[in-house]
Nanobody, 126 residues
Framework: QVQLVESGGGSVQSGGSLRLSCVASGTTYSYYSMGWFRQAPGKEREGVAAIDNIGSTNYADSVKARFTISRDNAKNTLYLQMNSLKPEDTAMYSC????????????????????WGQGTQVTVSS
């Protein structure tokens, strides 16, 4: 069973940047596909970006060219670099893990993932 702990959230002004981290423990991290999801109050959870266990990525249209997902298997860590942040990016961001390789069409679907972190809050002010 993998445990996931996110960090790096905070409050920034519009146009600013943040880098989220998600540290995994209790498993062979490199085997897992990983995703970042967000949920704003009153809205459904949205798959923001995902990376499978061979490095293929999948981004939501709303964050393409602004966000970059990456992983460091030596550190058991997943990252989300967020640039040019907008107020509509305000949400609780959570990472999730799936043991194996996910197909491209499933990478940003929350039902694909079995393990979730507690989340880190990102607030962007205008």
């Amino acid at each position: 069973q993998v445990q996931l702990v996110e960090s790096g959230g905070g409050s920034v002004q519009s146009g600013g940047s943040l880098r989220l981290s998600c540290v995994a423990s209790g498993t062979t991290y490199s085997y897992y596909s990983m995703g970042w999801f967000r949920q704003a109050p009153g809205k459904e959870r949205e798959g923001v970006a995902a990376i499978d266990n061979i490095g293929s990525t999948n981004y939501a249209d709303s964050v393409k060219a602004r966000f970059t997902i990456s992983r460091d298997n030596a550190k058991n860590t997943l990252y989300l670099q967020m640039n040019s942040l907008k107020p509509e990016d305000t949400a609780m961001y959570s990472c999730a893990a799936f043991p194996g390789r996910l197909g491209y069409g499933r990478m940003r679907e929350s039902y694909s993932y079995r393990n979730w972190g507690q989340g880190t809050q990102v607030t962007v002010s205008s």
